[in-house]
């Protein structure tokens, strides 16, 4: 009946039991010696059948009481005590749990059981983490924004000097270090909007081999400032290929930017070079190729470094570059393959259909 | 006449090292500048500055709070004022104007980019008075 506070028949049918069991927590009930008298059914799923057992084998698969023992202080001292524990459950996860101690006491006020409930909070403990991570990278972002902005800031004193006493090339070289910083901050403001939003992919035929010349000629300046060899090759027998090449031009800036400051980094080679080849790769798929002999990565490095803002270079890497880049290719239903050595230096390959499907 | 004041700057970012030796040299100091920490330190040993401008986040081997410890526990070079500068501030949790006087790694003043030249310079003339090589005065 609508408005009644009749508990319904459905309700009563489950019972205590019942109800307990449909708990989105752990609970159990210990005796003063610590043994399972009770367990609901989310914790016989998790931890298996413990009544009888010792809570801490059954939590922690110890069979030490635990040194900080929540369920112990309610049985001393009859108060609720919350805690933050690590259990392993019966599969081998590990999971942060809160956990709730409640005293349940007899008719004579004594502490008869400990009820134990517990929250697994693993989930808000990665969110957690994510966004520390987050905050992390936000500030090196910003460290790497104003760098750049010191860069124009300091590149337009020059021009100023450089017009104020006619010497044109003070000015050109001011104008030089305002351009080049202008366009690193374009490419993080790039790269963030694309790692941010959902970006369509629109594709139609292009030649890579245009893409590849159009992009490296973009990095001529930059790699002669860094004295890097930049040079390109491509195989004048490749089709057109069906890409987004916007998206796909800006997988290779991101690619060679990544090879120029891996060179930079490099302090032990006598000259550094980016070499980007495009061609095929077998007989269905393409490929775009940048190879540098700068710094590498470790091997216990390389699976991380296609993370969002994971960096390998320290202060001079946003750690959005090769997230950017591995996001357009999947988008593109292709995939990044890479070759590192460290200090000899790295190959990334980018893999792609020649006959994109229409997306 | 008056000796100009030597002053050896230390950044691994060329464009920064180039805008800042154009500006300081123009207001009439004498300039050095070295591209990473080592060479850095070997160039304030050699050269013996009055003040020395360091990156202090420089990501080269030896960073620039290598070079900041290296100054300060060398008796020789200890006494010469380091302005520190960098992009990072209190968003990367680090308020470099609060270490201590004895640490090792305290710079005496610091100047977050983009830094702002006229204060800067100010600083440094303060700085380079006779006398005033105190450490740890900012408001000197």
């Keep these: ?20 069991d449909l708990l989105p927590c752990y609970l159990s009930i210990q005796d003063p010696s610590m043994n399972i008298l009770f367990a609901n059914e989310n914790f016989r799923k998790d931890f298996g059948e413990r009544v009888g057992s010792p809570c801490h084998l059954a939590y922690k698969g110890s069979d030490q009481i635990c040194e900080a023992c929540p369920v112990r202080e309610s049985f001393n001292d009859k108060q609720i005590h919350v805690s933050e524990e690590t259990v392993q459950l019966s599969d081998g996860e590990v999971a942060q749990l809160v956990v709730y101690s409640v005293p349940v006491l007899d008719m004579l006020g004594n502490v008869e059981a400990v009820m134990e409930m517990s929250t697994n909070i693993n989930k808000v403990k990665k969110l957690q983490k994510e966004l520390t991570f987050l905050g992390q990278s936000i500030a090196v972002l910003s460290h790497d924004m104003k760098n750049m902005l010191e860069g124009i800031n300091g590149g ?5 000097e ?12 001011g104008w030089d270090i305002v351009k080049r910083n202008i366009g690193e901050i374009s490419n993080i403001a790039q790269n963030i909007l694309y790692s941010s939003k959902k970006r369509d992919i629109k594709c139609h035929e292009v030649s890579p081999a245009e893409i590849v010349r159009d992009v490296v000629g973009l990095f001529r300046e930059k790699a002669a400032d860094m004295d890097i060899r930049l040079e390109y090759f491509s195989n004048p027998a490749l089709p057109p290929v069906n890409l987004d090449s916007a998206s796909m031009r800006r997988v290779l800036s991101n690619l060679i930017w990544n090879g120029l400051e891996a060179c930079k980094q490099d302090k032990f080679k006598d000259s550094h070079s980016v070499v980007v080849r495009t061609g095929f790769h077998d007989r269905y798929c393409c490929m775009f190729e940048v190879e540098d002999n700068g710094i590498g990565v470790d091997e216990e490095k390389i699976d991380k470094i296609f993370e969002e803002f994971y960096s390998s270079k320290g202060s001079d890497g946003t750690g959005l570059g090769l997230f950017v880049a591995d996001k357009i290719v999947r988008d593109h239903g292709g995939r990044i393959e890479v070759l590192s050595s460290p200090g000899k230096g790295s190959t990334f390959r ?8 229409k997306l | 006449m008056e000796k ?3 002053i050896v700057i230390v950044d691994d970012n060329h464009d920064l090292l180039f805008t800042m ?14 591209d990473d920490g080592q060479k850095g330190f070997d160039l304030i040993k050699a050269v013996h500055p009055d003040l020395v401008l360091l990156d202090i986040m420089m990501e080269t081997t030896y960073s620039g709070l290598d070079v900041c410890k290296a100054i300060r526990s060398d008796p020789g070079l200890k006494g010469i004022p380091i302005i520190g500068i960098s992009g990072i501030g209190d968003e990367m949790g680090i308020q470099i104007d609060k270490w201590g006087d004895d640490d090792y790694f305290s710079v005496d003043e610091f100047f977050e980019k983009p830094v702002d030249r006229e204060k800067l310079l100010e600083r440094i003339r303060i700085r380079l008075k006779k006398g005033v090589i105190k450490r740890g005065h900012p408001n000197l």
């Design chain 1, 350 to 357: 980018v893999i792609l259909a020649i006959k994109q499907p």
């Design chain 1, 1 to 20: 009946m609508p408005g009644s506070a009749q508990i319904s028949r459905t309700l009563l049918d489950l019972g205590y039991r019942g109800i307990i």
């Design chain 2, 4 to 6: 100009t004041a030597k």
């Design chain 1, 162 to 173: 450089g017009l104020k006493d006619g010497d044109i090339a003070l000015a050109s070289r």
């Design chain 1, 156 to 160: 337009s004193y020059v021009i100023e």
């Design chain 2, 21 to 34: 030796e154009t500006f300081l040299t123009r207001n009439g100091f004498e300039v050095q500048t070295a």
